[in-house]
């Protein structure tokens, strides 16, 4: 198998652009990575450096021990899955998944044990003789996955391989992603713009900005745990709220945060780390789910504002509200009856609030 470490590595383009900024990653043996970023944060120039497609320009790239740096593509023992899936139109679903096989002059009984195993595994041995034209996007993915996973590669490449799919596909293709890593016991490598794909796939999690990796950690850690800004706002549906205030000092020996009229009590655990910033300005943030309309809450939990939108997604309702000049989103049940114009009083649970620095955007506590 395969452990890939990048050190110190750039990618700069010919035109100037830095793509790939000090790039600083171990990606462990086995282990299911996604790069997770907005479009041009540099994911993709990243496993197109794991796969050879593009040079390093500084910094040192190694497989386990060894320096790939100016390794070619096809001595590095990977395989990619692209989005767009690459199938050859005139070949059969078998042809197209022995295609690389039959290039690396394996035996053709290899060959044929190899296909018929992958294809069983992804349940499209029944396909085997069609064309891609006459599959539906889903097959063609399994087709794709099946030219890789026929290959045996210590890594197994994925460039956002479930974005021409339906809502409903995306989910099941998932789950047999994430079986087919525990079955082949291989180094895999995701890039995708979907947090939902990066929560449930990885084992962890690399956010990306602009070229520059802004956390790594496991989904819980990236989640619970922001580090700044960018990475709460970019995990969450709907995302994370924001109330820029100061923090004051409370009853007793609490400390509170403090916007206007809104006054919500800081658990211990942050009134440590913020201990002797009084009066610093700070932005609060409050997860969509972390609040309650039904639970009865202290003066100072509690949040109050005016209804402005309901949006129903099924098991529960997005609700939008008012709170001075800035409209917050919450989740909350979908027995819960609203309408535009009402007044509403949500319990904040306090003990998963955020706090991050006006001006760095780094979190202060975690």
């Known amino acids: 198998m395969a452990r ?70 096809h001595r590095r023992d990977v395989a990619m899955v692209f989005q767009s899936y690459a199938l050859y139109p005139h070949k059969s679903v078998y042809d197209n998944i022995a295609f690389g096989l039959q290039m690396r002059k394996v035996s053709r009984d290899e060959i044929d044990k190899r296909v018929r195993d992958a294809a069983n595994r992804l349940e499209i041995a029944h396909l085997l003789e069609s064309r891609p034209s006459n599959l539906s996007g889903g097959q063609r993915q399994r087709v794709a996955l099946g030219r890789a996973i026929v290959r045996n590669p210590a890594v197994f490449l994925m460039d956002e391989p479930l974005s ?11 789950a047999e992603i994430k079986e087919l890593h525990r079955a082949m016991q291989t180094t895999f490598v995701f890039v995708t713009h979907d947090q939902a794909e990066a929560l449930t796939l ?27 800004t960018f990475v709460a706002s970019f995990l969450g549906s709907p995302p994370i709220n924001y109330l820029d205030g100061e923090i004051a000092p409370g009853a007793g020996n609490t400390t509170v945060f403090r916007r206007g009229d809104l006054t919500l009590r800081l658990p ?4 440590a780390k913020l201990s002797g910033q009084t009066g610093r300005t700070v932005r609060l943030g409050i997860r969509a ?35 001075g000049k800035d409209e917050l989103f919450f989740r909350v049940g979908k027995d819960l009856a609203h309408k535009t114009g009402d007044a509403v009083e949500l319990a ?19």
């Open 4 to 73: 890939i470490e990048f050190t110190n590595v750039n990618k700069i383009y010919a035109n100037g652009f830095h793509a790939v900024k000090d790039l600083n990653l171990e990606i462990r043996d086995k282990e299911f990575v996604v790069l997770l970023g907005p479009s041009g944060c540099g994911k993709s120039t990243t496993l197109n450096m794991i796969a050879g497609l593009e040079e390093v320009s500084d910094g040192v790239l190694m497989f386990d021990d060894q320096v790939v740096n100016h390794m070619p593509p």
């Open 164 to 174: 021409n799919l339906d809502a409903a596909l995306r989910i099941s293709m998932r």
């Open 202 to 228: 990885a084992d962890r999690i690399v956010v990306m900005r602009d070229g520059v990796v802004q956390q790594i950690g496991t989904p819980d850690e990236i989640y619970e745990k922001p580090v700044n």
């Open 268 to 271: 211990d655990h942050i009134t």
């Open 289 to 323: 789910e972390d609040v309650d309309e039904k639970r009865r809450a202290d003066e100072g939990e509690v949040l109050r504002g005016t209804v402005n939108s309901v949006l129903p997604v099924g098991s529960d309702q997005f609700l939008g509200m008012q709170f």
């Open 348 to 366: 904040v649970d306090v003990n998963r609030l955020h706090v991050f620095d006006m001006d760095s955007t780094k979190s202060l506590i975690w």
